[in-house]
């Protein structure tokens, strides 16, 4: 399979139930919240059930506010899903995930 790529725009809502308690009067996205998006919008984009493996790369730099868009681009190239996140050009986020073959497909 080549590599293939997607782009869309995250938003936390500021009801989101991780957020209270992650910094009382000044809520933060929680960096576990924002792995889940990814893997939530690559099954969206892929239209299948997706399962990680390992996440052997993850680099937070840069907070992410509730209600903030957030550009987040996704890069798949066979069992590995590339992802940066940045709000106006600037990096908050990238990482790779490395993904479960896919049972009777071991390269989708």
């Known amino acids: 399979m080549s590599s293939a790529v997607h782009a869309t725009v995250l938003r936390i809502a500021a ?7 992650h910094f009382p009067g000044q809520p933060i996205v929680p960096g ?3 792995l889940d998006c990814v893997l939530q919008e690559a099954e969206r984009w ?4 997706l399962q ?3 996440l ?3 680099k937070f730099t840069a907070p992410l506010l509730p209600e903030q868009d957030a550009q987040l681009q996704l890069k798949l190239d066979a ?5 940066s996140l940045s709000r106006d050009g600037a990096a908050i986020a990238q990482g790779l995930f490395r993904l479960a073959a896919q049972a009777g497909n071991p390269t989708a």
């Open 15 to 21: 009801n989101h139930p991780s957020l209270p308690g």
């Open 32 to 34: 576990v919240v924002l």
């Open 46 to 49: 892929l239209q299948r059930p």
């Open 52 to 54: 990680a493996e390992a």
């Open 56 to 58: 052997p790369n993850a």
């Open 79 to 83: 069992q590995e899903l590339r992802f």
